[in-house]
C-alpha cells in the first residue's frame, strides 16, 4: 500500500473539515502560525492519551470483565473519551488561552478545531496503516466529523470562558471551562459506547446518534460564527 494513498485517504477528510472552519470564521482569520502550531500539538497529543489510556485500561480489567457493560461503559466514557478530550484542551489552553490573537469568541472554535483534527489526523493514519484502507471511508464519514464537532463545542465554551473571564464573571467562566470538557467527553463517550457494544440495536442507536450530532453540530456552527463576539 502506497503512502502516499494512506496519507490520502487519512488526511483528506481532516483537510476538508478544516477549510470548512476556517471559512467560518467571518471576522478576522487567525495567523498562520498559531494554526499549524495547534494542528501540530494536536498531533502530539496522541501521545499522553495513549498512556492514559493504557494506565487506565489496565486498571479496568483487573477489577471488572471486559465483556461486562460496566467495563465497556467505562473504558469508553472515563478512560478514552476522558484521556483524549482533556489531552485536546491541554494543548489548546497551553498554546491560545494567552495568545493576543485570542479576541473573538468564535476564535475558540476554530483553534479547539485545529487541535482536535490535527490529534484525529494522526490517530487515523494509523489506523489505516493498522486496519487498512477499508476503514478509511467509515473512519471519514464518522470518527474525523466526531473529533471536530468535540472541537466545535469545546471550543464554543472555552471561548465563552474566555469571554466571562474578561468581564469578570469568574463563576460563568470557570462554569463554561468545564463544560468545554463535559460536553466532548459526553459526545464523544456515547459515540464510542454505542459503537463497541455487540448489539445490532446499539448499532442503529449509534447511526441514528452520529446523524443527529452532525444536524445539531451543523446549525451549531453557523450559529456560532454568525453570532460572534469580540472578547
Avoid at 492519551?49 to 471486559?66: D, R
Avoid at 473512519?139 to 472541537?151: D, S, W
Avoid at 454505542?194 to 445539531?216: H, K, P, Q, R, T
Wanted: hydrophobic share 50%.
Amino acid at each position: 500500500m502506497s503512502i502516499k494513498i494512506i496519507l490520502i485517504a487519512a488526511l483528506l477528510p481532516c483537510a476538508v473539515l478544516l477549510h470548512y472552519i476556517y471559512r467560518k470564521d467571518a471576522i478576522e482569520k487567525e495567523p498562520t502560525n498559531l494554526l499549524v502550531k495547534l494542528l501540530a500539538f494536536g498531533c502530539l497529543s496522541t501521545i499522553p492519551a495513549i498512556v492514559l489510556e493504557s494506565v487506565g485500561t489496565t486498571v479496568l480489567s483487573n477489577i471488572f470483565y471486559q465483556s461486562s457493560l460496566l467495563y465497556i461503559f467505562l473504558e469508553n466514557f472515563i478512560v478514552v473519551a476522558v484521556s483524549e478530550e482533556i489531552c485536546k484542551r491541554f494543548m489548546l489552553k497551553m498554546l491560545s488561552w494567552r495568545h493576543p490573537a485570542f479576541n473573538y469568541v468564535f476564535d475558540g472554535v476554530v483553534y479547539a478545531v485545529f487541535v482536535s483534527l490535527g490529534f484525529a489526523a494522526l490517530e487515523n493514519v494509523g489506523y489505516i496503516l493498522s486496519f487498512g484502507l477499508e476503514v478509511a471511508p467509515i473512519r471519514g464519514l464518522a470518527a474525523i466529523p466526531l473529533h471536530a464537532i468535540c472541537g466545535l463545542f469545546m471550543g464554543h465554551w472555552y471561548g465563552l470562558a474566555k469571554y466571562f473571564e474578561n468581564i469578570g464573571e469568574y463563576g460563568r467562566s470557570r462554569s463554561s471551562m468545564g463544560l468545554s470538557l463535559l460536553i466532548p467527553v459526553l459526545i464523544h463517550g456515547f459515540y464510542d459506547f454505542c459503537a463497541s457494544v455487540n448489539s445490532e440495536m446499539m448499532g442503529y442507536i449509534w447511526l441514528l446518534f452520529v446523524v443527529i450530532v452532525d444536524i445539531i453540530a451543523i446549525r451549531a456552527v453557523k450559529q456560532y460564527s454568525k453570532t460572534d463576539q469580540p472578547l
